[in-house]
Nanobody, 114 residues
Framework: VQLQASGGGLVQPGGSLRLTCAAS????????MGWYRQAPGKLRELVTT???????NYAESVKGRFTISRDNTKNTVYLQMNSLKPEDTAVYYC?????????WGQGTQVTVSS
């Protein structure tokens, strides 16, 4: 199983980015997909997850600004990030849980700076 994340970059405060994570390989019975992030000197933290049934969970710091979505036909998860703040700067990782394993993508850098 491989997770390929993309869409990161440099954006000004208040701007938007859309991250994409596509899963490939032996994909079956996905339980959930989601996004985590790790800022320099900090632990990796949950951003948001979505279950196979569509239930979502968001970190308080991103509620109302970030939206997760999935295309189950493509085994792909998206993260729409609006009203970005400098404190959102981090490497963003996608994660997938399926029967038999948990998998991480390689990370994509998001930098929010003027």
């Amino acid at each position: 199983v491989q997770l390929q994340a993309s869409g990161g970059g440099l954006v000004q405060p208040g701007g938007s980015l859309r991250l994409t994570c596509a899963a490939s390989g032996s994909i079956f019975n996905i339980n959930s997909m989601g996004w985590y992030r790790q800022a320099p000197g900090k632990l990796r933290e949950l951003v948001t997850t979505m279950s196979n049934g569509g239930s979502t969970n968001y970190a308080e710091s991103v509620k109302g600004r970030f939206t997760i979505s999935r295309d189950n036909t493509k085994n792909t998860v998206y993260l729409q990030m609006n009203s970005l703040k400098p404190e959102d700067t981090a490497v963003y990782y996608c994660k997938m849980n399926q029967v038999g394993g948990t998998y991480w993508g390689q990370g994509t850098q998001v930098t929010v700076s003027s």
